[in-house]
């Protein structure tokens, strides 16, 4: 076996398949969302012929909008090209058993071109495969991990669809941050999510409550930055199909109410040649010593996280989490161990690391980490020096750059960003910013409970 538990090999999964221990494979992928798309194969015929030659999926997947409508305006796939197909290549390194599933595995897939089988590039892991292709040309690798939270509801996803998603009843009825009781009455489904997880190749290092009503947050173990981008999209699947087996529903809304906390993901990161952490060093910065890789890292990161807003905080909801008081960050500034910061530095030494605390919990891990080493490896090629070490207060630093305020804002950064062109190229630039642009405008035609609740009878 291998030393992973849950990760299996070819000839792992041929011995299962003849025990009928295993007899379906999920062949699976991103879209721009972070949802699981893909195909539930036989697992002999998976064997036989998708394991070496892959399978098709329509191209409209990557220009379609929450609800699968095809969405006019993208040059990639459209009702004039036809949607044709593109290729889906396992990647078998992902080969793993879904532990919460009857009798299943899978493997996440690479997005290629039907006819020339190059990467499309417009597919999310194909943009973070082509950072760390870029960062492994100097013979470094970046360690990741996402501290990923949710809420946790009594209802299950249909009733609290029935409903409007009103009046959900939270799994817990007070703040429950790392309160060991109130956590307790949520083991029912956290316990089963840490299990599955471990035996799905995700290994755990523990759970914890939030500072919301049935909020918490399950923290699984760092590793190379795409593996981590493979364990977070697997990881909101696990749980999200083991609360709808029990009945319940979890949410990874950035701001699922309006007088709670966020849910947000943590994003730690760090660069590597073998053993070696190449963040730590000699040079002195504020009150930790580090390396002047770290330093330039740590200044390209914050000097162009505006840029790339819409990677770390992809929906309308996702802005609504940045407030005063909130845990969340408003400004675009660093300090070392401080959570009022948008970059928290942590650690010293081997350990020595960087906590972006932008990301919520609704961001494609693929294209945050796309957006984080991007800037961080600008940094180190142009030398961007940080700003000083912040102390105290963050929320009341009010000449600090204030991250943008809504995805519209957000969008038009990205859209006329040098630094985005520069790292995707024009097309895919313009294939993310319509993307954006078709989630801002849908939300500014609807009429909401709000609007109804405000306007009906007093206006």
């Given at each position: 076996?291998?030393?992973?538990?849950?990760?299996?090999?070819l000839?792992?999964?041929r011995e299962?398949?003849?025990?009928?221990?295993?007899?379906?494979?999920?062949?699976?992928?991103?879209?721009?969302?972070?949802?699981?798309?893909?195909k539930?194969?036989?697992?002999?015929?998976?064997?036989?012929?998708?394991?070496?030659?892959?399978?098709h999926g329509c191209d409209?997947?990557?220009?379609v909008?929450?609800d699968?409508?095809?969405?006019?305006?993208y040059?990639?796939?459209?009702?004039?090209?036809?949607?044709?197909?593109?290729h889906?290549?396992?990647?078998?390194?992902t080969?793993?058993?879904?532990?919460?599933?009857?009798?299943t595995?899978?493997?996440?897939?690479?997005?290629?071109?039907?006819k020339?089988?190059?990467?499309?590039?417009?597919?999310?892991?194909?943009?973070l495969?082509?950072?760390?292709?870029?960062?492994?040309?100097?013979?470094?690798?970046a360690?990741?991990a996402s501290?990923?939270?949710?809420?946790i509801?009594?209802?299950?996803?249909k009733?609290a669809?029935?409903?409007?998603y009103?009046n959900?009843?939270?799994?817990?009825?007070?703040?429950?941050d790392?309160?060991i009781?109130?956590?307790?009455?949520?083991?029912?489904?956290?316990?089963?999510?840490?299990?599955?997880?471990?035996?799905?190749?995700i290994?755990?290092e523990?759970?914890?409550?939030e500072?919301?009503?049935?909020?918490h947050?399950?923290?699984?173990?760092y590793t190379?930055?795409l593996?981590?981008a493979?364990?977070?999209?697997?990881f909101?699947?696990?749980?999200?199909?083991?609360?709808?087996q029990?009945?319940?529903?979890?949410?990874?809304?950035a701001?699922?109410?309006?007088?709670?906390?966020?849910?947000?993901?943590?994003?730690h990161?760090s660069?590597?040649?073998?053993?070696?952490?190449?963040?730590?060093?000699?040079?002195?910065?504020?009150?930790?010593?580090?390396?002047?890789?770290?330093?330039?890292?740590?200044?390209?990161?914050?000097?162009?996280?505006?840029?790339w807003?819409?990677?770390?905080a992809?929906?309308?909801?996702?802005?609504k989490?940045?407030?005063?008081?909130?845990?969340?960050p408003?400004?675009?500034?660093?300090?070392?161990?401080?959570?009022?910061?948008g970059?928290?530095?942590?650690?010293?030494?081997?350990?020595l690391r960087?906590e972006?605390?932008i990301?919520?919990?609704d961001c494609?891990?693929?294209l945050a980490?796309?957006?984080?080493?991007a800037?961080g490896?600008?940094?180190?090629?142009?030398?961007?020096?940080?700003?000083?070490?912040?102390?105290?207060?963050?929320?009341?630093?009010?000449?600090?750059?204030?991250v943008?305020?809504?995805?519209?804002?957000?969008?038009?950064?990205?859209a006329?960003?040098?630094?985005?062109?520069d790292?995707l190229?024009?097309?895919?630039?313009?294939?993310?910013?319509?993307?954006f642009?078709?989630?801002?405008?849908?939300?500014e035609?609807?009429?909401?409970?709000?609007e109804?609740?405000?306007?009906?009878?007093?206006?």
């Open positions: 076996m291998t030393s992973l538990q849950g990760m299996l090999t000839d792992q999964l299962h398949v003849a025990n009928d221990t295993i007899d379906t494979v999920l062949v699976v992928f991103t879209d721009m969302y972070g949802r699981l798309m893909g539930r194969f036989d697992g002999e015929f998976f064997l036989e012929e998708a394991a070496s030659h892959g399978t409209y997947l990557l220009t909008d929450m699968m409508e095809p969405i006019p305006g040059t990639y796939a459209n009702w004039t090209r036809g949607y044709g197909d593109f889906l290549k396992p990647d078998l390194t080969l793993r058993v879904a532990s919460w599933l009857d009798k595995a899978m493997v996440l897939c690479d997005v290629e071109d039907d020339t089988h190059t990467l499309v590039p417009f597919a999310p892991r194909s943009l495969n082509q950072c760390v292709e870029k960062l492994s040309e100097s013979g470094a690798t360690k990741a501290e990923l939270e949710y809420f509801f009594e209802d299950s996803y009733s669809a029935q409903s409007g009103a959900l009843t939270p799994k817990g009825w007070y703040i429950e790392y309160h009781f109130q956590g307790t009455r949520e083991e029912v489904f956290t316990a089963e999510a840490r299990r599955h997880l471990k035996r799905s190749g290994p755990v523990n759970s914890k409550g500072w919301g009503l049935g909020q947050e399950i923290n699984i173990r190379e930055v593996t981590m493979d364990r977070h999209a697997v909101k699947q696990c749980l999200k199909e083991i609360a709808d029990l009945g319940l529903s979890v949410t990874f809304m701001k699922p109410h309006a007088d709670q906390a966020g849910s947000s993901c943590h994003v990161l660069l590597w040649k073998g053993d070696a952490n190449l963040f730590d060093g000699d040079e002195q910065l504020g009150d930790i010593r580090c390396s002047k890789e770290f330093k330039w890292f740590l200044g390209g990161w914050i000097a162009h996280a505006s840029d807003m819409p990677f770390y992809p929906t309308v909801n996702s802005y989490r940045y407030q005063s008081g909130s845990w969340a408003t400004r675009l500034a660093w300090s070392y161990d401080n959570r009022t910061a970059f928290r530095v942590v650690g010293r030494g081997k350990s960087i972006c605390r990301p919520g919990a494609n891990p693929y980490y796309t957006a984080a080493l800037s490896l600008d940094g180190i090629k142009n030398q961007i020096e940080p700003p000083p070490l912040f102390e105290g207060d963050m929320y009341m630093a009010e000449t600090i750059e204030h943008p305020r809504t995805l519209k804002e957000a969008t038009g950064r990205f006329n960003s040098t630094i985005v062109r790292t190229g024009e097309a895919v630039q313009q294939h993310y910013t319509h993307f642009t078709v989630e801002y405008e849908a939300y035609a609807a009429v909401t409970d709000w109804r609740q405000r306007y009906f009878e007093r206006i």
